[in-house]
């Protein structure tokens, strides 16, 4: 009867210690899902600013912008359109 004992103990403490290791593997399997929502939201934000950063670079590139900013330090635009200068050179043989 103590034999019969004993590996009904054995069978409790097996199923026991299954318990806990599929309690163990819920319980990371849980974090993890956190982790993934909260790195999709990180990724969201760095989405949406670096919209906006491009936005503003592509609005600090415009011509007109460019040109109120030098003449805030002194410097305007050309009256006179550029002109090309041609160099003609010989090279002789």
């Known amino acids: 009867m103590s034999d019969d004992s004993f590996k009904n103990w054995r069978f409790i403490i097996f199923l ?21 929502a909260q790195l999709n939201n990180d990724v969201k934000e760095l989405k949406s600013e670096y919209v906006d950063v491009r936005m503003t670079l592509m609005q600090a590139k415009l011509e007109s912008k460019i040109i109120k900013t030098m003449e805030k330090r002194g410097l305007k635009p050309s009256l006179m359109p550029p002109q090309k200068i041609k160099i003609i050179t010989t090279i002789k043989k």
């Open 16 to 36: 026991s210690v299954l318990a806990l290791i599929m309690i163990a593997s819920s319980h990371s399997a849980d974090k993890k899902v956190h982790r993934i």
